[in-house]
């Protein structure tokens, strides 16, 4: 209870000093408006006006700051949008001009393919062509050449047989000649 007592005590102390320190801040005000009279009140009254004016305009300053701050979101999530879109589309496009032109690759591939295979064929049907007609006209010279080396013969055993003056013998040359260079000519054919 003894402390109770010293609390309250010290309590009372306290709210009297409180009390005599706004006896005082009123004295002081009185003085104050003593002395300065109307001139101190009409100047806090501007300081309160400008204060207040200051807050209003800070407070539509701020307004306006975060009115262009949402604009400009605004502006940069359409611009995010339109270059998202933008990549998208050049993506799109890309892919298929790749399918393009795999699918033209793969084209070119099958008529190249085409065109090694029919190359092939022509080559194979002309060796063939090449081979038949080389064993034809090899027969055909042979045959060409059994009749020459027939006709020679024939013509050695009949001057063998019979003399022949060298008239005769030169016609027979000529003709000769003549029968060879048909044959040689129509195998250079």
Request: net charge negative; hydrophobic share 40%.
């Amino acid at each position: 209870m003894y402390i109770y007592t010293l609390m309250s005590g010290q309590i009372a102390r306290s709210n009297q000093f409180f009390f005599e320190m706004a006896q005082e801040a009123e004295n002081i005000n009185k003085i104050r408006e003593i002395l300065f009279g109307n001139n101190l009140t009409a100047f806090e009254k501007r300081i309160e006006k400008s204060d207040l004016s200051t807050r209003e305009t800070m407070q539509q300053l701020e307004a306006q700051f975060v009115r262009q701050l949402g604009d400009l979101r605004l502006e940069l999530e359409s611009l995010r949008s339109q270059q998202q879109e933008a990549i998208a589309r050049e993506r799109e496009e890309t892919r298929l001009m790749l399918n393009q032109f795999r699918e033209e690759l793969s084209m070119l591939n099958q008529k190249n393919d085409k065109v090694v295979s029919d190359f092939e064929a022509g080559m194979r049907e002309y060796r063939l062509w090449m081979t038949e007609k080389s064993g034809n006209m090899q027969q055909e010279f042979l045959e060409q050449m059994t009749l020459l080396k027939n006709s020679l013969l024939e013509n050695i055993s009949a001057l063998q047989k019979s003399k022949v003056d060298r008239n005769n013998l030169a016609l027979l040359f000529s003709e000769l000649a003549v029968q060879l260079g048909i044959d040689t000519s129509a195998e250079q054919q």
